[in-house]
Structure formats: C-alpha cells, structure tokens
C-alpha cells in the first residue's frame, strides 16, 4: 500500500485559507486520495476524496496534479472550529492506512 | 440517519482482566471496521468484516484479541487478557459499499485505560 507523507503540524488564523500537502510519490494506478478529519475525543470524519484534478464540496477542495504524486487539501476561510488532525491517506480495494496526519491549530 | 454507536465509552482496567467493547454499525452498511488508536497516532485497523466474514485481521494479536460479527450486524471486541500497551481508543467504523470505499464512519471510540 502507498505511503503518505505530510507536515507534522501547521498553524493558520481565522479567516485564512489553509492548504495542506500531502506526498504520496508510490501511489498505485488503482489508488484513491481521501482526507479525514478528526476533533480530540472523536473519530476522524471523511471530509473529501479524489482520483485525479480537483473535486470540491462544501467542506473542502482537493487538488491532484496529473502526476497524482501529492494532493493538497484547501479549506477556505478557516475558523476556530477546524483545529483538528487531518488525515492523508491512499487505498486500494477498501483498504486504508492512517498515517500521524498534520496537527492543524487556527489562532484567533 | 443514526450514525455507529459504540459503547462503553470509557473504561478502566487491571492489567490481565478481560474487557469487551460493542459496536452497532450504521443500518445497512455491509463493512465493519474496528481500528485501536494510540495516543497521538493515527487509527491502525485491527479486523475488517463484511457482512458476517472477516476480510482481513492481519494485525490483530490474535493470542489476546477477538471479535465477532453476529449476523452481519453488530460486533463485538475483545481483549483476553490485558497488557498496559493495549491502553488506547477503540474504534469501530462501518461503510456501505462492498469493494471500493473509503468514505468510513466512525464511532466515538472506547477510551480504554489499563492499569
């Protein structure tokens, strides 16, 4: 399975557009990029997925070049309310591996 | 829509006693996750069923850990007996489609203390 490889931690403001990247340089034909998010004290939420160009909805946008070695995650205008861990990951056939994910903090 | 229920939500443990977590799934999703989440790491999945059949339990220590899925629905995990490395948050996450899905949702967690 592919590995994922993004920034321990990032610190944005509110009202700031944040984008996260992520590495994936073994990625399969096959292979799906997902994001998850996850609060303290819950589990993690799906927020976004994609195979190739961009894809967005109402929580997010998701940019993979034509390489589809990286993708980043682009949340516009973030509050305080998105400081959470976001999660990279790639899979094949229902399967995904959770990496340390990227430690967002939104500062006022 | 209810989403996963898992219970009990937190509990706390001697090493070598026995524990068991119960998750009930979204209606109708056919995949069930259980997934042990180490204090500032990511989920490492443990077993995943489809419908009542295990698909792949590669990383459950199977000398400790167990779990079912009785009627494709509901599921259990259990831990006989525990270690002080097992103290972590259990979760249990369940999706609909069979084969390629990635969107899982998951449960609260069991927050699992062993002393």
């Known amino acids: 399975l592919a590995k994922t490889t993004q920034p321990i931690s990032m610190d944005s403001y509110e009202g700031q557009e944040v984008n996260i990247t992520c590495s994936h340089n073994n990625i399969a034909t096959n292979d799906y990029i997902t994001w998850y998010q996850q609060f303290p004290s819950q589990g993690p939420r799906f927020i976004i997925q994609g195979y190739k160009t961009k894809v967005t909805n109402e929580v997010a946008s998701l940019f993979i070049p034509a390489d589809r070695k990286s993708s980043t995650l682009s949340l516009p205008r973030v509050s305080l309310s998105d400081t959470a861990v976001y999660y990279c990951?790639?899979?094949?056939?229902?399967?995904?591996?959770f990496g340390k994910g990227t430690r967002l903090h939104i500062l006022p | 829509e209810a989403g996963v229920a898992q219970s009990p939500r937190y509990k706390i443990i001697e090493k070598r006693q026995s524990v068991a977590f119960w998750c009930n799934p979204i209606s109708g999703h056919a995949t069930l996750y259980w997934y042990q989440q180490i204090l500032g790491q990511g989920p490492k999945l443990l077993i995943q069923f489809q419908n009542n059949g295990v698909v792949d339990d590669s990383q459950l220590p199977k000398d400790r850990f167990s779990a079912e899925r009785l009627k494709g629905v509901d599921s259990t995990l259990k831990i006989q007996p525990a270690k002080l490395e097992d103290s972590a948050v259990y979760l249990c996450?369940?999706?609909?489609?069979?084969?390629?899905?990635?969107?899982?949702?998951f449960g609260p967690g069991t927050r699992l203390t062993v002393t």
């Open positions: 990951l790639v899979g094949d056939n229902d399967k995904i591996i």
């Open positions: 996450a369940s999706s609909l489609f069979q084969g390629l899905s990635y969107e899982q949702y």
